[in-house]
């Protein structure tokens, strides 16, 4: 297979044989189920090659920027520098330290200012409402060199409940306030470093996202605006982005910022899971006897085994671009370099999309995926891998592989279990669920929880229930593999024992004869789908 976008027809498969069975990702399991003759299946791209010399792209980058004076250029003695950087969420899986794009660029930054007599320099992990980083989480991502030199005093988590620490720098034309972290406010320069893994993130999302605190993201992140996306994934047709731009001009017009983006390539799992990023025709019999044996090693495991050793998992990405310098020019490259990786051409829409449920998302590193992570994974971020329409037809049928466990991390995610216990028992109404947003949001413990121990905020797990609500909207049903039924329930899902199971309960929806698609990831990428 190509890595270009030429030659990506084979990624898109028909099944001809009756009993053909294929891989589906279940939690931290596998399931090995069959498929109905005719069914499409659509792979991803397999890597793009990595750039030879990731140090040498960076300081070409940053020394030949996109709409912006070098960065040397702009470093001067006396000057306050803060460099803001993606925090654990990203990339997914993680990487080994020694293979972070952000320990390469914050080494060559610092170096860069050191030169220039630049001695005032912070750097902080933007988390906007996640929860704080540790700091063997820090020292993970930028390396020991910096996180000797600049930790714990100059290396830190922003803090979006400080209420000295963040700053109302105006509101937009549409009324959105926009506040940002003042170290961030008051530097003559800020520098942010990113990781694009999905073209939601980056450009002006990194700093109104990331920096800032809840009374701006709840201009952004709420029923309304996340509603009205016709993909989160496709920047030009998202109201999400429309409203983070708006806000970009204000921090414009008071912080001048230095972006530098970089993009990974699909290499997603370490060699002895290799066979989880080919299609399963292009298996090899040490292929399959490795799927197999993985497979029943899993299912013999208690979950905390089988939680381990997902968790202990580190990615072999690829660096595939770098690019500095102006926000809009520099993101508008890091799309380009994003989508010769990741898009898929598809022709046509199904009744019915099923995809399997990895074992992580942004939000459960090191962590449980619990309901409400599922619920945004899938109907969230999975409905919306896609450019132009979704996959699944307006009406069609949804099918989910997961467990959908009620377990929950009470030290990382305690409002998600008051939210899932005392809001989704209550109500499934957006605007009724929004209601009660403000109240977990200034609840003190959940603040005291946030800001002293390594919570997400009490917010947050409405954000994620919001995030899902244009992909439930648009399913006429959706069906979890093999899913917890009282928890279904609670989500206002439904259950199926088995793929085909689910696909004949599908079928009382969409009709006796469907066109089906089975989305088949990860490694991440995106469906661009035509009539």
């Known amino acids: 297979m190509s890595g270009g976008m030429e030659g990506r027809e084979e990624l898109v498969r028909f099944v001809e044989k009756p009993g053909r069975k294929f891989l589906f990702h279940c939690g931290e399991q596998f399931l090995w189920e069959r498929l109905p003759v005719g069914t499409r299946v659509v792979y991803p791209p397999p890597p793009l090659p990595p750039l030879p010399d990731v140090e040498q792209a960076v300081e070409e980058a940053i020394e030949h920027p996109l709409e912006d004076d070098p960065l040397s250029a702009q470093l001067r003695p006396g000057m306050k520098v803060t460099i803001a950087f993606d925090d654990l969420s990203l990339p997914l899986p993680p990487v080994p330290t020694h293979r972070d794009p952000r320990k390469v660029i914050l080494e060559k930054v610092v170096e860069k200012c050191a030169e220039k007599g630049v001695e005032d320099i912070h750097l902080i992990a933007a988390l906007g409402v996640h929860r704080r980083m540790t700091p063997q989480e ?124 970089t993009t990974l390539n699909s290499a997603t799992f370490p060699r002895l899971y290799g066979f989880l990023e080919k299609p ?25 085994m089988r939680w381990r050793i997902w968790q202990s998992q580190r990615a072999p990405y690829g660096v595939t671009s770098v690019q ?39 939000y459960n590193v090191n962590s449980f995926l619990n309901p409400i992570l599922v619920w945004v994974l899938m109907l969230g971020y999975g409905f919306n891998m896609y450019l132009g329409a979704p996959l699944v037809r307006r009406g069609g049928v949804l099918i989910y592989t997961h467990p959908l466990s009620p377990r929950f ?41 946030f800001r002293e121990g390594y919570a997400y905020h009490g917010v947050h797990p409405f954000y994620m229930w919001y995030w899902g609500l244009y992909g439930a909207a648009w399913a006429g049903k959706v069906i979890f593999v093999p899913g917890h039924p009282e928890v279904a329930e609670r989500l206002g899902v439904d259950t199926a024992p088995t793929v085909a199971e689910a696909i004949e309960k599908a079928k009382e929806v969409v009709g006796p004869s469907p066109s089906i698609t089975y989305y088949h990831w990860p490694p991440i990428f995106l469906c661009q789908v035509t009539p």
Not at 188 to 211: C, E, F, Q, R
Not at 280 to 302: I, N, Q, T, Y
Not at 331 to 357: C, M, W, Y
Request: aromatic share 8%.
């Open 138 to 261: 820090i020292r993970e991502r930028v390396g020991d060199k910096i996180f000797q030199a600049f930790f714990p005093h100059r290396l830190y988590n922003h803090d979006a409940e400080d209420p000295q620490g963040n700053v109302l720098l105006g509101t937009t034309d549409q009324g959105e306030e926009v506040w940002l972290n003042r170290r961030v406010a008051e530097s003559d320069l800020l520098i942010y470093v990113n990781i694009n893994l999905s073209s939601m993130d980056g450009g002006h999302k990194s700093i109104n996202t990331g920096l800032t605190t809840y009374r701006t993201l709840r201009h952004h992140h709420n029923v309304h605006t996340l509603m009205n996306c016709r993909s989160y994934m496709d920047p030009s047709n998202s109201h999400l982005h429309t409203v983070l731009e708006r806000m970009g001009r204000v921090v414009a017009q008071h912080v001048k910022s230095f972006h530098i983006e």
């Open 280 to 304: 399963e025709d292009f298996w090899s019999p040490k292929d399959a006897a490795s799927f197999h044996g993985v497979r029943c090693s899993l299912d013999a495991m208690p979950f905390k």
């Open 324 to 362: 500095a310098g102006q926000v809009d020019a520099v993101h508008a490259r890091t799309l380009e370099n994003l989508f010769r990786q990741q898009v898929v051409p598809v022709k046509g829409q199904s009744d019915i999309v099923i995809a399997g449920t990895p074992y992580l998302c942004p």
């Open 409 to 449: 991390h009470r030290e990382h995610h305690p409002s998600y279990i008051d939210f899932y216990e005392k809001v989704l028992t209550e109500t499934r109404d957006p605007a009724a669920i929004e209601r009660r947003e403000e109240e977990f949001a200034s609840h003190e413990g959940y603040r005291r929880q």
